[in-house]
T-cell receptor
Framework: AQTVTQSQPEMSVQEAETVTLSCTYD???????LFWYKQPPSRQMILVIR??????QNATENRFSVNFQKAAKSFSLKISDSQLGDAAMYFC?????????????FGTGTRLQVTL | DTEVTQTPKHLVMGMTNKKSLKCEQH?????MYWYKQKAKKPPELMFV???????INESVPSRFSPECPNSSLLNLHLHALQPEDSALYLC???????????FGSGTRLTVV
């Protein structure tokens, strides 16, 4: 079974600064998908960024980028120019490519605080 | 329409009540999911429907009964719940494994 580990329960960053959230995972599969989701106090899980394991190039979405190290099974999220609206719970997630309805396995989450 | 709509947003029910949670999407997604999320914890998978058929039941107690009447609608019927079932219940849908899920905003359930 796949497992996802987020070792930082809480992180804090000043507005306009850069922060990196860590995620490691364990799997025996060679092909899979990785995601970062954001959950603000409004509760809705919002997809931030996705990475396909067969792609070596790191995904980027505006101020959000990942550092995907497949051999090390590491998938960290970098948030640049942090904004107050980035404050939320961030979950790293893994998904097997098998089947349309494969499950999403979440890490335990990292709560990000953004200070002035 | 790129949303998953969940109703109600909040629900308080007694342990002897019967209630239902509703989830709807019109994105043509053929997989739909129910997750349970306790405070400060990640979501935990409960059920998966694929093409309107139940494909995964994560050993959920029978007091939770899912139903998928059509490709756009997913229900979760609740009966004789316990206070420890109080949680945020999230519905999600997906069209393929690489796309990720689209989540609804959840139903905050309190069992008294």
């Amino acid at each position: 079974a796949q497992t996802v580990t987020q070792s930082q329960p809480e992180m804090s960053v000043q507005e306009a600064e850069t922060v990196t959230l860590s995620c490691t995972y364990d799997t025996s599969e060679s092909d899979y998908y990785l995601f970062w989701y954001k959950q603000p106090p409004s509760r809705q899980m919002i997809l931030v960024i996705r990475q396909e394991a067969y792609k070596q190039q790191n995904a980027t979405e505006n101020r959000f980028s990942v550092n995907f190290q497949k051999a090390a099974k590491s998938f960290s999220l970098k948030i640049s120019d942090s904004q107050l609206g980035d404050a939320a719970m961030y979950f790293c997630a893994y998904r097997s490519p098998r089947g349309t309805a494969s499950k999403l396995t979440f890490g335990t989450g990292t709560r990000l605080q953004v200070t002035l | 329409d790129t949303e998953v709509t969940q109703t109600p947003k909040h629900l308080v029910m007694g342990m002897t009540n019967k209630k239902s949670l509703k989830c709807e999407q019109h994105m043509g997604h053929r997989a739909m999911y129910w997750y349970k999320q306790k405070a400060k914890k990640p979501p935990e998978l409960m059920f998966v429907y694929s093409y309107e058929k139940l494909s995964i039941n994560e050993s959920v107690p029978s007091r939770f009964s899912p139903e998928c009447p059509n490709s756009s609608l997913l229900n979760l019927h609740l009966h004789a719940l316990q206070p420890e079932d109080s949680a945020l219940y999230l519905c999600a849908s997906s069209s393929g494994t690489g796309i990720g899920y689209t989540f609804g905003s959840g139903t905050r359930l309190t069992v008294v």
